[in-house]
Structures are given as structure tokens and as C-alpha cells.
């Protein structure tokens, strides 16, 4: 079984979705710690209730991004992670943190990457006025909502969608596939090449 550290900053229903994977056997992993940077957040008493270890490192405590990272370095390093999950955790890893993991850091984003990077993704799409939004799973790279593509689902936008109704209608297609796409790289079925990743049809 791969070992599997989630972060999170919110509600943490990706969190949920891949801890039900975990236990019913989709995902071939073990979920050693829940690490978080927002105290009270939703997905702490989630994490709890599965008897998962939870670490709240609150970036105002730490003088530098520096020292809030080396925390979560020292904190996760006793799990050894096999690959850690990004679960609408909402603050960029530097390029020190993640060549820690390369390649083992995989994340989902709200938008049809490359497009609508960032922060109110499914916002920007309604603004944008185009008519297919959807979800990104991809391996973690320094550039914010870069790395290469794992999979991706569409959704329809419709006329009288806001930010949240679109956010909504996305938010069904994650949970099934940031499932499929950790299910894939915990059955050693990915490899990257380049920007392309492998494996990914079945
Ligand atoms: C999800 O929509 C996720 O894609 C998004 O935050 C939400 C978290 O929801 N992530 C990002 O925007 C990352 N830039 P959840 O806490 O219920 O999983």
C-alpha cells in the first residue's frame, strides 16, 4: 500500500472522497496524516473522525514561508510519504518543498487547465463566458496550476450559472476523478513524459 498524506485548508470533501476510496479498497493506500494550515477548518474534524493524525500548521504563527514549510517537512517526514494529495489546499508549495516529493504531489483544480489558473476558478469561467468547464488532477510542479495532466472531466455551463452553481456542478466530477487519477498512481499505472502522462486510459 502507498503511503498517502492529504492537505487540506477547507470543507475537505476531496478529503472525504478519497478516504471512502481508501476503505473500500479503489485506492491502494493508507491515509497517514491530514496536514492543514487553517485552524477549525472542516476537514480537521473529518480527518479525526476516520483516526487520522491531523497537523494544523497556521501560516500566521510562522515568521517566513520558509519556516511554515520546514514545519510540514519535519511534521509529515516520520510517514514518508509515497504521495501526498492537495485537497483544495489553497497556498502554493515552493519549489524547495516540492523537490522533497517530486513527482509525488498530486493536485485538483476547478477549471480545464491550462486554462483559469488560481484563485475563483470556476468564477473566471463564468466571466469568460465559455460554455465547457470542468476539473484538472495533476502532478504538482513550481508553477501554480501547471504540472502535467493526470485526468480531467467536463461539465456543461449554463446561461444562468454563478460562480457557486458552476462550482457545484464541478464539484460532482471531482470527487470521481481525483479518485480514478490517485487509484491510477497508487497502481503504479503513470508515467511522465515531459508534459504527457502515461497510463492514463485504463
Ligand atoms: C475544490 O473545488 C478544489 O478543486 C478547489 O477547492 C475546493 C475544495 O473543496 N481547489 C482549488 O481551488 C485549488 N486551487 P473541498 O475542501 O470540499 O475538497
Known amino acids: 500500500k502507498k503511503r498517502m498524506v492529504i492537505f487540506a485548508s477547507g470543507r475537505g470533501s476531496n478529503a472525504e472522497a478519497l478516504h471512502e476510496a481508501v476503505e473500500n479498497g479503489t485506492i491502494n493506500a493508507e491515509i497517514k496524516a491530514l496536514v492543514t494550515d487553517i485552524p477549525g477548518a472542516a476537514c480537521i474534524d473529518k480527518a479525526k473522525s476516520w483516526g487520522v493524525p491531523v497537523i494544523v500548521a497556521d501560516r500566521k504563527s510562522f515568521d517566513s514561508k520558509q519556516a511554515f514549510e520546514q514545519y510540514i517537512l519535519d511534521a509529515i ?46 468564477g473566471q469561467a463564468v466571466a469568460a463566458g465559455v460554455k465547457i468547464a470542468g476539473c484538472t488532477v495533476h502532478f504538482v510542479v513550481p508553477d501554480m496550476d501547471a504540472g502535467p495532466i493526470i485526468l480531467q472531466s467536463a461539465v456543461p455551463v449554463l446561461e444562468d450559472d454563478t460562480e457557486d452553481t458552476l462550482a457545484a456542478r464541478i464539484l460532482t466530477k471531482e470527487h470521481p476523478t481525483y479518485v480514478r487519477a490517485v487509484q491510477l498512481f497508487c497502481d503504479d499505472k503513470l508515467t511522465i513524459d515531459g508534459n504527457v502522462v502515461r497510463g492514463t486510459q485504463g
Open 77 to 122: 517526514a516520520p510517514y514518508a510519504a509515497d504521495v501526498i494529495c492537495l485537497a483544495g489546499f489553497m497556498r502554493l508549495l515552493s519549489s524547495d518543498f516540492i523537490s522533497h516529493y517530486e513527482h509525488k504531489i498530486i493536485n485538483i483544480h476547478p477549471a480545464l487547465l491550462p486554462s483559469f489558473r488560481g484563485l475563483h476558478a470556476q
